[in-house]
Structures are given as C-alpha cells and as structure tokens.
C-alpha cells in the first residue's frame, strides 16, 4: 500500500501485489465498498476506544473474508461487509478483555526503556522466556493462555499483586541483562 | 511486538468440538449401558439407574446454550489442551525425539486428547488443525511458548518445527549468539547474525 498512515482508504491500484497477497485481497468490488463505508467503520472502532490501525485491519480482513463468499448471492453488499466488520471489532475487543492481564504488563514494559528495546523483537522475546525462572515462566504460561493474575493467584498460592510484581520486575531484570551483554 | 497470546481457537471451531464430545461421550454411556452385565438389581434401583441415564445422555446430547463467558472458557481450555500437547511433544524431542511436525499430528493429538476417535470427526480436527496453521503464519519467526519455540515453516503451511528449551534455563543456547547480535547493531538485533 503506497500510504497506510492516510487517513483516506487507498484506491484499489495504489496496492501492491505483496499487500492485496497478504490480505487475500481478491475483490476490487469489496474492497471499494470498504472504502464507502471505511468514514463510518472508523468511526465506529473510535467509538470503542481502538485506533485507526485496528480499524483498517479489521476492515481489511472483512473484506478478505466477504470476497471468498458469493458476493452475487449478497443482497447489501455495504451493510453485509459492515456486519462483518463490527463482528471482527467485538471479538477484537472480547479478546482484548480476556488478555487483560497480558496486555497490561506490555503496556507497562513499553515504558520501560530496557524491556521495550528487548520486546521489540521477537528473538529476543524468545530469549526472556529462555531465562525466565520456574515460577515466572507458569505466569508466563498463564498469561499467554488467557489467564489473569487474579485467576493465577489460587493457583499458584500467592497475591495477584506480588505475581504482578514478580513477573514485571523479572522480565525488566531478564530485559536489562540482555541489553547489558551488548 | 511484545507478548502475545497462544493460539485461540475460533468461538465456533471449540463449540462444534466440545458438542462433539458430548454427543461422543454420550454415546459410548449408551454403549456401556447396553452391554451391561446380566445381573439384574432390585427394580427400583434399575428405574433410577435408567433415568439417570437418560438425563445424562440428554444433557451430553443437548446443545448449550451460547454464553459469551462460558464460550471463552471453553475456548481457554481448548487452546491449553493444544499448547500441552505441543509441549509434551517439545519434552520429547529435547530427550531426542523427533521436532518436524504438521498439521497431521495436530489432528493426531487432539483425536486422542479429546476423544474424537470416529471418522466423521476428522473433518472437524482438520479444521481446528487449520486455524492453528493459519494463526502460525502470522506469527513472526517464531512463536515463544513456555517450553520452547514453535517456528513455522515459511514455505509449507501446517509445518513448523518445536525448539524446546534446555532444562536449566541458563543454559539457554541463545545467550552468546543474541549478545553478538546485539553488540554489532548498537542493540537491535541484526538477523543476519543470528546463527541458525
């Protein structure tokens, strides 16, 4: 795509042959029909408190998910790839809500200056969970199956606050060790 | 980049796995039951036996009701039965066994896990080992599990290899080679010099 920070919805030609790929964007029909819609769509993930990034992708994969259909077979094409579209967004912000606890220590680790270099890539994410003790690594466990702290806690026999706390400072200590062997 | 949640399976893949299992597990009660040995209890006790087990065949039988919450922790759970899976298979092959895998061993290892052994269940399996594939692909270079890594293969979708973690995580093999890459880009990893 020539200009994906345009608040604008691209024309069909401006994208590449790599992007239309990665999205199986196979329609041009569709994908005009996002373009009518995309003011309102993006409104309406704003409405829900996501970004125009998470808007343009859920759109994108609506339109991707309504061109492998029959499209002769849709009465209401716009309000059909809209239907879709708000769907992705819920499950989007379900999801968001079940990972809670997941997102809010990378949102804490993103302002943290050592950790957010280390997160940054994902070899070195592999890395930090390679040195996490045994303990940080069932949170870590935890975590990444949808688990909150709150959930871990009886679990793992101690506050959600002090795991918190156990996972975020090692993860910092782990993300500083890294940096430090530079 | 940052942490990112294992494999969710879709809302509608678990809920026609886990119905599935209840029409299975149904069935086999109905099986047991059948074959039951001939000595007879007292009547009533046979009276209540049969409807308890009509209730409960029904109740395995039946298709539940859709509740967000009870439908994310089904899913939960489903993603924890995969992510178990592909960590013991990680033990085995740290201890030497094989680390190649496919889509096929997915459908392997949850037949068995689940309990889906019928042949109409394989189309259902497949499709549970096809989002897998699909959410593998849009990982990076590779996913980090607790146990070790899962890398997909770039080339053939539903491929990817285990890495699984030393025993002693300080004996990580990555230490020495991620210093170096680091130190030859001022901190930001270059790939090229990451040994494979």
Request: aromatic share 8%.
């Amino acid at each position: 795509m020539s200009d994906l920070s345009s608040s604008d919805w691209p024309h069909w030609n401006a994208l590449t042959s790599t992007f239309r790929e990665s999205y199986s964007l196979t329609d041009e029909s569709v994908y005009n029909a996002a373009g009518d819609i995309w003011e309102s769509a993006l409104k309406f993930a704003r409405s829900r408190n996501l970004d125009e990034s998470e808007a343009r992708e859920a759109l994108l994969r609506a339109v991707a998910s309504v061109s492998a259909q029959d499209t002769n077979a849709i009465k209401t094409l716009h309000s059909y790839l809209f239907r879709a579209y708000a769907n992705l967004i819920n499950r989007l912000l379900t999801r968001q809500q079940h990972y809670a606890s997941l997102e809010s220590i990378n949102q804490e680790l993103s302002s943290d200056p050592d950790a957010a270099a280390v997160i940054e890539h994902d070899i070195l994410l592999t890395e930090i969970v390679a040195r996490m003790d045994e303990e940080m690594r069932k949170i870590y466990e935890g975590l990444i199956l949808g688990y909150s702290f709150a959930e871990l806690a009886p679990k793992l026999g101690k506050p959600a606050n002090s795991l918190r706390s156990k996972f975020s400072k090692g993860v910092k200590r782990i993300a500083r060790e890294i940096r430090g062997s530079e | 980049m940052a942490f990112k949640p294992f494999f969710p399976p879709s809302a509608e893949i678990t809920s026609q796995l886990i119905r599935r299992m209840g029409k299975r597990r149904a069935m086999t009660l109905l099986e047991e039951a059948g074959a039951a040995p001939a000595s007879e209890p007292a009547d009533d006790d046979a009276e209540t036996s049969d409807e308890l087990l009509t209730s409960i065949v029904a109740a395995l039988s039946s298709e539940p009701e859709s509740n967000p919450e009870a439908d994310w922790r089904e899913q939960r759970w489903l993603s924890g039965v995969i992510y178990h899976f592909l960590g013991f298979q990680a033990g085995r092959a740290r201890r030497g066994g094989r680390n190649e895998f496919s889509s096929a061993d997915i459908v392997e290892g949850m037949r068995d896990r689940l309990g889906l052994f019928h042949a109409e269940d394989a189309q259902l399996l497949e499709q549970l080992a096809g989002e897998f594939s699909d959410w593998l692909r849009e990982q990076d270079n590779a996913y980090a599990a607790g146990w070790g890594n899962i890398v997909p293969d770039r080339y053939e979708r539903g491929r990817f290899r285990l890495e699984p973690l030393p025993k002693a995580a300080s004996e990580s093999p990555l230490k020495p080679i991620t210093a170096k890459a680091l130190a030859a880009r001022g901190g930001l990893v270059n790939a090229d010099l990451i040994e494979q």
